[in-house]
């Protein structure tokens, strides 16, 4: 746990869960936090900002107006920026890219500005913009004024009519030789550029990503520096159509924005051409590798695996702790109502997201080193690990953001009613995660990606080529389910590899059948796409539950740990295995006994996390500010603050609402 | 479709889905209605509310504050029950729970008051609580005021600390005799009502339940009139607390309130004693029968199946229209973008749930029925159909809402980015539907529920006592899937009736061993609980597709309407078999390559189902009004009609926003 008095209050039952731990949490807590340093540095941060009361909120911002929402987080997202220059550690970690991510994102950003931060986008999409795509004298010109917040950017790609599918956007910037400017447009409304975060009113720059057109022909999309508002008024440029999207689900104070150009001029100089240039005649120069800009969406797609399973952590702690305190109904007649975590049912609800948290964690780890790697390879270079990256990526985003959406959603109905409380918090992690699901490459979108890779593997396969390591596995020989078969924790590896090798062998074929029969390839995999995406949500599971083995065994860890992640993985493996125990049966690895064994063990490893529940969750150490939860807070003293939350409402300063004088006496009295 | 003018604009892509219907697609919103009077009223309804502009939100709710929220809400709810005697059709149809039901519901109700009506509680609970429970003189004093208005009650249950457990409730009611009242009291703050919709600042009555103590013997849970705040100044009464639980997910203006007692006295008469009574002394008179108020809550669990049914079609309407509309990548290289409805994986998406929503129909209809039929028998002196509805009533309850739910998540998940902003509606059909998993009886428990009845049920057989009709098919015999396979709809409603036998058999006896190895039973169901409750998933499921078939064979149909639903017919138990394919194999019920025939089947089924998917949904017949949703819309104009609602958003009429001069411009001055 964080550096705490000692004896910090908390009710009875946590007491009692938290009177026996017998694994060092704080090794759990380095673990995920990335080390030591950092868990200290994190916490370093979390005080710094959290002592600050500029962040408290004057009510809850769902009792405000949209627009009293949007001023209140953007006054937080303002005070935030010049407090960072308060402290030069915590500059200094937030001047890069990564650490920049986390004081806007999931963690301790998400606590602070709790609907969306509308300054965001600037720093994670906007400046590394710059940065990666921007030349040695654009960078002069913009950077610096952008880190000091003289011009605020945003990243306009998405538009109204088009999202995922980058050739069909439809703005265009055409090149005019003669002022040397690009005139910018919108053709039609569905070229209205529809989502960008800060984009509404905040911003007054922005990449915009746009068809280029030069001497008569286009180029596909580039990205152009553009100004949007003038840096004195602030009002929208004349040729510049700027406003806000409306309400969503959540994250509504991210402050996304629409778009649309009329003859609008830009100077040449504001095209980012570091890898694509026009010249100023009009001559277009094209980039020499178009994949190198595939290295950002890489990063941004494993910062969402680490955001979501932020997410989830969240949830899983106030659900947890909740059903340590929550007692109802009986279980032995006779007997005072248990503590719900006593219920297997509810032990299978929470216990097998608590796993999940690791193997996602595992996995991210994996992908991010594999993409250090790559980043070295390409100074060397060699971009020969890019395909691999890249998969892997899309794979993982989509793994571990429909896991922890459906995670999040299950830890709130957990809760009950209560989980539908705004005070629960868990509306609002719930509807900022399943965002995820959507930007940044769709998951479906994501899983065709991956199929694609996986089919291509299967052919180069069987013209003898060499496959990547991640999809080697494809060529390996199917296991038998009817001889000894080892089903330790490395062996229901091996069970998923050969399964999920024949899964895709078997849609390969069904995929070659249909060509065979004559039907054009694409229209062939349209008609498998259901079943191809299935074996790429496998294949992805399979990756994931071998880094979750892999890592618990070679990591270094005190026993106590290990041991207790040792069942988190049994308990993951075993778990994932009964949900899809059709593809093992079918693909025969294992038999209807192995199932029936591994229902009974996964029984007992429910019984056997049990104790340790409230512990595990503990040491993902997540602050009280940062779980803002009234069920989930680390006192346990529920329904206390459950109150007091619910006394601030404003509907609650008046016995007698205005609503009634207004509305309802009249109906009362007018006898009906 | 509803009565329109006969060349009705939309946009090309839905001319083309209409252009070639082959099937009567009023006869299907007749089904749907429940008859074609049904029908014709429900479109008067609709169309009686929908001209009357006192209905209309001055802006969306999403940019209001709560206390705004709330007022409206009320001033609308308010107006309805006026309006209601404008019309005498209208006034007699809302005169029984049923017709009032749908006016407060998901459909007209829904569109009127879209995030909850204040009255409501009042008329699906307070009412019914009256009839049902009040004695003749109670209906006398009471009933006709409620009618008219002059009171507002709710009803008071759940309370902060105690949910589904009613036996755990702690509100006391302590009779005293010397002035012949009850004594209503909150022990402690776990014992505070918390939930009841209406109760915070709207109701002026409630039905109370309390423990029942007279003659210092508690009688246990019985229900009270207890007035809440006074009927001139609507003032709370001295000894009563209440106010506002805060904000939530979804349903923000049903005003959720608490309540609290101290030694706060109401008279003797003010118990309701239709069932138990109270006399003058203190002598308590028990019930001749404790199960007959069963009969509401199964009313109330059917009425949530009809609920969120109507939802999922909400949803599923805007995103199959939507995909219709939507283009996006390609399928053929170098061709227009298709339509997002001609890719397998979004067919895959959506045609299941339109199958979904007939299923779940015919199950309900079912339901009722058997529950109409009950009614009958009790009035004749039968309960002996009680047990078998309950249980019925109890899965389908689960099976619907967390069916439907899941389904609408998709539905919006199916609409990409756009799926997430208000004005598509999904988000708020989403949190209004998903609530209905945790309200009136949380699922899990739900589940254990109907699988004590199937343990209980396998014990009988075993026992040789015959067993009710539900539950009959325990003790087939199961089908070895090695025979010549009859694949038929009637073929797989028998493999899902071995498979199912099969499972509850495999779990009666893990139980029945884990009590023989010495473990209390109590204590047995509990670590086998998690396994049970997938048990009353599947015998629910199984029951759904029996009903299904049953119905789409059995009923009178066209022939073109029939040859739909016998195909969505098949898709559904096709998808459930595919999706549960583990339980067929583990049984022996079906074969590794049944189960790739069915697969290929479904694939088959996606492209026939297609052409046909927009007037399907279509005749649904869902009003604009009731889709509330920019992308659902029936001309189809979707960008035009995201465009304009975004321009309403208040922070668009001003191009500068205030914040920015007081939050950001300093910021961006300051020179950071």
Redesign the interface.
């Known amino acids: 746990m964080a550096p705490l008095p000692e004896k910090r209050f908390c009710v009875p039952d946590l007491q009692k869960e938290r009177a026996n731990c017998n694994f060092d949490q704080e090794e759990i807590t380095n673990l995920i936090d990335g080390g030591a340093d950092q868990t200290a540095l994190r916490r370093k941060i979390e005080h710094f900002f959290f002592s600050d009361k500029e962040f408290l909120d004057p009510v809850?911002p769902?009792?405000?107006?949209?627009?009293?929402r949007?001023?209140n987080e953007?006054?937080k997202a303002?005070h935030m920026?010049?407090k960072i220059?308060e402290d030069d550690e915590i500059q200094q970690f937030a001047g890069n890219m990564e650490g920049m991510r986390m004081l806007v994102g999931a963690g301790v950003g998400a606590a602070l500005c709790k609907d969306g931060n509308p300054l965001s986008v600037h720093f994670v999409m906007f400046l590394p913009c710059l940065v990666g795509q921007g030349t040695i004298d654009q960078q002069a010109e913009w950077l610096g004024r952008a880190?000091?917040?003289?011009?605020?950017g945003t990243y306009a790609q998405?538009e109204?009519?088009?999202?995922?599918?980058l050739r069909?956007l439809q703005t265009t910037a055409t090149y005019d030789p003669d002022t040397q400017e690009f005139i910018l447009n919108s053709p039609s409304?569905?070229a209205?550029k529809?989502?960008p975060g800060g984009l509404?009113?905040?911003a007054n720059y922005a990449v915009v990503m746009a068809q280029l057109y030069t001497k008569g022909v286009c180029h596909g999309v580039h990205g152009f520096i553009v100004q949007l508002r003038d840096e004195e008024?602030?009002?929208?440029m004349p040729g510049v159509m700027v406003?806000?999207?409306?309400?969503?689900?959540?994250l509504?104070t991210n402050d996304n924005g629409?778009l649309m150009f009329k003859n609008y001029r830009i100077p040449r100089k504001n095209m980012l051409m570091k890898f694509s240039q026009v010249l100023e005649d009009g001559t277009y120069i094209r980039p020499k590798n178009d994949k190198l800009t595939y290295g950002t969406m890489v990063f941004v797609r494993v910062a969402i695996c680490h955001d979501s399973c932020r997410q989830l952590q969240r949830a899983v702690t106030i659900a947890t702790r909740y059903s340590a305190v929550?007692?109802?109904?009986?279980?032995?007649?006779g007997e005072p109502?248990p503590q719900i975590l006593?219920?297997?049912?509810?032990q299978?609800k929470l216990l097998p997201l608590i796993a999940s948290v690791f193997g996602i964690q595992f996995a991210a780890m994996h992908v991010w080193k594999t993409y250090q790697q790559l980043t070295e390879d390409i100074e060397a270079g060699s971009t020969a690990l890019l395909p691999e990256v890249h998969i892997l990526s899309c794979g993982l985003k989509a793994l571990s953001s429909s896991d922890t959406s459906s995670g999040v959603?299950i830890c709130?109905?957990a809760c009950?009613?209560?989980?539908?409380?705004?005070?629960s918090n868990?509306?609002r992690i719930?509807?900022n995660t399943?965002?995820a699901?959507?930007?940044e490459g769709?998951?479906?979108v994501m899983w065709?990606q991956v199929a694609r890779y996986l089919i291509k593997s299967c052919r180069e396969a069987s013209q003898g080529q060499p496959l990547t390591k991640s999809v080697s596995y494809l060529t390996a020989n199917p296991v038998s389910a009817h001889e000894n078969k080892d089903l330790s924790n490395a062996g229901l590896v091996e069970v998923f590899k050969s399964a999920v090798s024949s899964m895709v062998s078997?849609n390969y074929k069904?995929l070659q059948q249909c060509c065979d029969e004559g039907e054009?390839y694409?229209?062939a995999w349209?008609?498998?796409?259901?079943?191809l995406?299935q074996c790429a949500e496998a294949h992805t599971r399979y990756f994931v539950c071998e880094q979750y083995v892999q890592n618990v065994e070679n990591l270094e860890f005190s026993d106590g740990v290990r041991s207790i992640l040792r069942q988190l993985c049994r308990l993951y493996l075993i778990h994932q295995i009964?949900l899809?125990?059709?593809l093992f049966?079918?693909?025969?690895t294992l038999s209807?006994a192995h199932?029936?064994t591994l229902?009974?063990e996964?029984?007992e490893l429910?019984?056997l996390l049990r104790p340790n529940a409230v512990n595990i969750v503990d040491s993902f150490d997540l602050h009280d500010r940062v779980l803002d939860s009234t069920l989930g807070c680390w006192d346990g003293d529920v329904?206390?603050r459950?109150?007091e939350?619910?006394?601030?409402?404003?509907?609650?300063q008046t016995?007698?609402?205005?609503?009634?004088h207004?509305?309802?006496?009249?109906?009362?009295?007018?006898?009906?």
Chains 1, 2 share one sequence.
């Open positions: 809850r769902e009792y405000m107006s949209h627009e009293d949007y001023a953007l006054r303002c920026m010049r220059n880190w000091a917040g003289e011009i605020i998405t109204i009519g088009h999202g995922t599918f069909g409304i569905t209205s529809w989502w509404a009113k905040t008024t602030h009002k929208s406003g806000e999207i409306g309400p969503r689900l959540g509504n629409f929550r007692h109802q109904s009986e279980l032995i007649p109502e006593d219920y297997q049912t509810q299978y959603e709130r109905l009950g009613g209560h989980g539908y409380l705004a005070s868990l509306p719930y509807t399943t965002a699901i959507t930007y769709e998951n479906t065709l078997e069904r054009q694409e229209l349209n008609r498998c796409s259901v079943l995406a009964t899809n125990q059709g049966l079918r693909t025969g209807s199932i029936s229902e009974g996964l029984c429910l019984a329904y206390q459950m109150f939350e619910a006394l601030k409402s404003p509907l609650n016995d007698v609402p205005e609503a009634y207004k509305y309802l006496r009249p109906l009362m009295k007018s006898n009906l």
